[in-house]
């Protein structure tokens, strides 16, 4: 995307000299972006340098001690409501994937939509059997997590995140504990998420996916992000000598 | 084509020879150890078989029902025959719903039915009608299976039929009288603002809509009216099912009634203390651990003791309350505590990761726990939740102490009261043995069945 379009498109993520510290420890050090609706922003970085904290403080999973963030119009304080509407309307999809074991996949997907959201069993049903398929497992419906693969149930987890119909989709890491043959059903499945229009903010070292799907990249170093620009810039002219150092270190 | 024949394995290491060689006889260490252990084996058998011939089972033939009921009024024993067929019964209909555990359950419950109705020995007292409830307790399982099956009812229309029969099998064994009435709306009263505050502060706390919660309030209140008319009113006024004093239930009855209120009660009181032990609110987090910690440093004993001369010290002057229902209010403490220690170990071994996939979906803390959290830790500690309701059956014997008649007491008291029995303790110990034996065995075998059928997808 270029940057004069970014002037008449909606903000969906808004930070403001975002910092947290856990404990003495400085992890994110006045980070300010804004983020579009529709876009799709990939954040990457060595270990430790607060990409996946950042991502996680957008739905507060975990909280920020100084700044502002402003998530679809709605700022995260301390209040518990906004917190919950937040999330309500923000997906995640986890390294772990984190499905629930003692839920089968269609009962995974089922759950937050009927407890949340107050859906009757039928249009929650309904909603599931149509992400399944859009994800290509259809048939895992009465399984249970333990029962699949890794590929499979990190799909189920995108399937449950979507369920609640969310406007931003968070992705920590989704591919890192998956085996090679299975990361790419992964990124698959997150491409066509991304042609669909869904604003997505992905932590990953992918390059591959970035290049093809990314509008935006980030790299994050100590807390703070060191560049960013288009797939482009990034890969052809990287100006920052840590950017150019960690890229070919990983490609 | 000139093969290999075939050869069989030398004799020496199949069948029963090579089972005795492989685990027996396998060196001569093993060999002198089989020949001790079997020699002191023989001895004992000999020994226990001799006395099984002379024993005297005269104390349990003639006192049957003193065993099973204690002094409860013969008239009135239908009432408890009412309990059991509706709870075989009930059993009929969980074997169709569940199938599993509950059929096995269901048959043994039957054939033992069947086998009493026709047994052709007769203990004292132990005439047609008694054989027909045995009878008919037998026929129930069958006639709540056919019901279960036709009907084809969901697991939680049985679950609140099991909810139901326990509330009204206890006010059935208990009974009615005028007085109930006075009691009975002070109850209605009571259990009416329970009810409202526990619901909105559920409904609260859950942030459930107003409409729901009001749903609620008014099926609450339905209920808890309906049933004290009835109870108070209806049969207070007849003598249908007059009150029968707690302190003539004995034996296995009393036994029972222990047992199942300390479970039924004890589970959620554990699952609070340990929901309040893991909370970040100060004052509910000690209030929690004191208990826990005041409970468990206590003997069950002390407890009894401390509950029969305490609580009254409590209660306004003149009201009376009941020993069997102090004895309940011991045994509930006591194993709730242990029961909320059990639990916090199951919710520890629930990964963050879970709770952080339920909040990132948008449930709130009420729910995450309900739906995530609980499921997962209760299942992780099966074998010790039911481990601890197996300890607390078995305990329930101690309120001999206090003067109750359980089983064990009942047997006691005939050869301390029965100079003709007094010869006959072995008999009458082996015999409470074997009961409670089988029935902690049942709990056992219930537990690993049901983590069995659990195990799906738990990894």
Redesign the interface.
Known sequence: MTSESSENRTESIVCRDVHKWFGTFHVLRGLSVTIYQGEVVVVFGPSGSGKSTFIRTINHLEDHQRGEIVVNGVALTHDVRNIDAVRRDVGMVFQSFNLFPHLTVIQNITLAPRRARKWSRERAEATAVELLERVHIAELADKYPAQISGGQQQRVAIARALAMQPKIMLFDEPTSALDPEMIKEVLDVMRELATSGMTMIVVTHEMGFAKEVADRMMMFDEGTIIESGTPAQIFDNPQNDRTKLFLSQIL | MVGTPEVLPPSTSVGIVGWLKANLLSSPVNVALTVVVGTLTAIAAVAMARWLVSADWSPIHESLKLFLVGQYPSEELWRIGAVVVGATALMGVSWAVWGGVMRTFARIVAAAGLIVALTPIEPAGFDLAVRLWYLGSAASVALGFAVGRAASLGPKWVIRAWALAFFLGMALIWGFDERSLGSSLRMLFGAGATLTVVLAGAGWVG?F?LAVVLRWLAWGWAVVFVVTIVMAWGLGQTDLAPRVNTSRWGGLLLTFVLAIVGIVASFPIGVLLALGRRSRLPVLKGLSVAFIELVRGVPLVTLLFMTVVIVPLFLPQGTSFDLVLRAVFAITLFSSAYMAENIRGGLAAVPL??I?????????GF?TML??VL??AL?AVIPAIVGQFISLFKDTSLVVIVGLLDILGIGKSLFLGNVRWFGAQAEVYLFVAAVFWVFTFAMAYASRKVEES?G????
């Open positions: 942030r809509p990761g879970q952080e996939g339920a909040k990132a979906l948008g449930l709130g729910q739906f995530i499921p997962q299942r659990l799906v997808g738990s990894r």
